[in-house]
Structures are given as C-alpha cells and as structure tokens.
C-alpha cells in the first residue's frame, strides 16, 4: 500500500488547440518516473480511484499529474468528442515533458473515457506503460436496441504494457487478458469505490515492475 511522500502540489493551467487544461501537479524532486491520469466523461479529477491511484505511484517515486480536459476547466459536463479530447490530451503531455516532468519515463492512463484517450495516444505520447481504470469496453445495451460496438481494438493496439483494473460487475464488461495487458478484477463496479486499497495495491504493484 501506499507509503508516506512529500510531493510539492501545483496547478497548471496550459494551453491546447481545444482550450485551457488543467494539470494537477504532484512533484517529487526524487522522482524515477511519472504518471498523468485523466478523469472520466462525467467526472475530474477528484474521483476516488485516480486519488487511490494517485497516491500509490507516490509511493513507488512517480511524480503524479491529474489532468482536467478543458471542456471540464470551461464548466461543461458533456465531453467534447474523441479527436478533440486526443488532441487536447497530447498537447498537455508534451508541455509537461517539456519542463515539469523532463526527462522522466512516462506512464500514461485515466479512468474509463480517459483510460479510452490514454490508449488511443500512447504511441504518440512516447508512453512505457498505460494504467487503465474501468476501461469502458462495450456500453451496456438499451432495451430494444442493438449491441453497440466494442472497443477492444484500442486497448489492442496499445504495444506498451498496460494495466487495466476492472470491477467484477462493471457493466460495461471485463476486457481480456493479452501478452503485453494484466487485467486485474476487484470488487464492485465502473465506479471501483467498493475495494479502494485493492486498486491503490495493484497500481503499486504493476507500477513497480514496469519502472524496474
């Protein structure tokens, strides 16, 4: 579990093509390495798992970024669509390597809608491993209405390790297990409320060996 740090904690405001984002900033002067998180659809960066996850890199020596995509810092709700937020995303990643996070190995993730952007830009971001948080890999299906897609070819065609911590009831579904992805099932559901200790423990453990 997660151990005592001493972080110096900023915000961020940076400029993307899509508007203002905001990094919340966990720095540790000692850090071998770092990890940017970002929110789901609906929700910021203050959800319980990105903070259970946040705290447990600290503890392995990551600095830790929470970011905010602009269409949250702007007050709305409803997420702007996929290329937009990729776009956004990739624009605070390379300001942060720039300055605040140079030079560090950097693993990259979110929870559900941004665990989907993380995947999608990991090759684009120069990501070692991907952390992925309720990936939402098929959207429950609506009375009277067809399945909708899956979305298991972005969580394939991320060729880094990558780490996807699921609920066991998650009713957007379990994704597999492959050669380079660990899939680890807690108790609960997209949320990943029920077993905090146990997302905050397998994050430490993965983040431990993909930094060895």
């Known amino acids: 579990m997660a151990g005592s740090w001493a972080p110096r904690m900023t915000n961020l405001d940076l400029d993307t093509p899509h508007g203002i ?17 970002g929110h789901g659809a609906g929700g910021g960066v203050a959800a319980p798992d990105l903070r259970a996850v946040a705290d447990a890199a600290g503890a392995v020596g990551l600095s830790v970024a ?10 709305r709700r409803s997420p702007a669509p996929a290329r937009q937020l990729d776009i956004a995303w990739t624009a605070v990643v390379d300001a942060l390597r720039e ?78 297990a492959a050669p380079l992805r660990t899939v680890v099932l807690v108790t609960g559901d997209h949320s990943l409320k ?19």
């Not at 997302?199 to 060895?212: H, I, Q, Y």
């Open 99 to 176: 300055e605040q996070l140079e030079a560090l190995p950097l693993i990259v993730g979110g929870r559900s809608a941004g665990a989907r952007v993380a995947c999608r830009t990991a090759e684009s971001t120069g990501a070692v491993g991907v952390l992925s948080l309720a990936f939402p890999l098929q959207p429950p299906r609506r009375a009277g209405s067809t399945p909708a897609p899956s979305r298991i070819e972005e969580l394939d065609g991320v060729e880094v390790p990558t780490l996807v911590i699921q609920g066991e009831r998650d009713p957007f579904g379990i994704p597999p």
């Open 21 to 37: 984002a905001r990094a919340h900033l966990r720095l540790r002067a000692d850090a071998r390495g770092a990890l940017i998180l």
């Open 194 to 212: 029920a077993d905090l200790d146990r997302v905050a423990a397998a994050a430490e453990a993965w983040l431990r060996d993909v930094l060895e």
């Open 66 to 75: 929470l970011i905010e995509q602009p269409y949250r810092v702007a007050g």
